[in-house]
């Protein structure tokens, strides 16, 4: 079955970066995009950004413009999703989730997410 | 932006839910998804193009509505479907989601 296999939770001061990986396994994994999307603690969900595992196009939420990379590689089926210049309002949970159906507009599935807390 | 109503829905176990998604947009398309979330679990896909179930989602779930007015309808509420239910737009980038509904035991 398709599934999403996040890395672990992550602490980092305020200005720093975090890398947080998403493994996809059970399906072809250059067929269908990758989506982020973030929930902080007790709030609602935040699309960030899109990339196709496919070409590598991105398209990503204006707010993260400028301090938002994503990347894939293909050889070993994961997204990547860096975020820069921390401050404490980037705590929070961060989830990967494929295209649903190459959508390029839904996410399902999801993975676990992965807590990155930015605390000094 | 989205904005879905009410806050919160008490219902007791096989009563019916009616939650409210309102655009303040056109939404073409009707390019207007919802997610169910439960607890410390990922959000999980329910509804598509305002109507269609998502695989696997129980018949139980039905959306409707067009244009700014959208509505997700839980017939026979199980114990499993108390969550918090987010609406999402897809027919402009950024995609843009609700603040939710919460839907607890009465």
């Known amino acids: 079955q398709v599934q999403l296999v996040q890395s672990g939770a992550e602490v980092k001061r305020p200005g720093a970066s975090v890398k947080v990986s998403c493994k996809a396994s059970?399906?072809?994994?250059?067929?269908?995009?990758i989506n982020w999307v973030r929930q902080a603690p007790g709030q609602g969900l935040e699309w960030m950004g899109w990339?196709?595992?496919?070409?590598?196009?991105?398209n990503f939420a204006p707010k993260f413009q400028g301090r938002l990379t994503m990347t894939t590689d293909t050889s070993t089926g994961t997204a990547y999703m860096e975020l820069g210049t921390l401050t404490s309002d980037d705590t929070a949970v961060y989830y990967c989730?494929?295209?649903?159906?190459?959508?390029?507009?839904?996410?399902?599935?999801w993975g676990r997410g992965t807590l990155v807390t930015v605390s000094s | 932006v989205l904005t879905q109503s009410p806050g919160t829905l008490s219902l007791s176990p096989g009563e019916s839910a009616t939650l409210s998604c309102r655009a303040s947009q056109n939404i073409r398309s009707n390019f207007l998804a919802w997610y169910q979330q439960k607890p410390g679990q990922a959000p999980r896909l329910v509804i598509h193009?305002?109507?269609y179930r998502a695989t696997g989602i129980p018949d139980r779930f039905s959306g409707s509505g067009s244009g700014t007015d959208f509505t997700l309808t839980i017939s026979r509420l199980e114990p499993e479907d108390f969550a918090i239910y987010y609406c999402?737009?897809?027919?402009?980038?950024?995609?843009?989601f609700g603040q939710g509904t919460k839907v607890d035991i009465k």
């Open positions: 990339i196709s595992a496919y070409n590598g196009n991105t």
């Open positions: 059970g399906y072809t994994f250059t067929s269908y995009g």
């Open positions: 999402q737009q897809y027919v402009s980038s950024p995609r843009t």
């Open positions: 193009r305002a109507s």
């Open positions: 989730a494929r295209d649903y159906e190459g959508s390029g507009s839904l996410f399902e599935p």
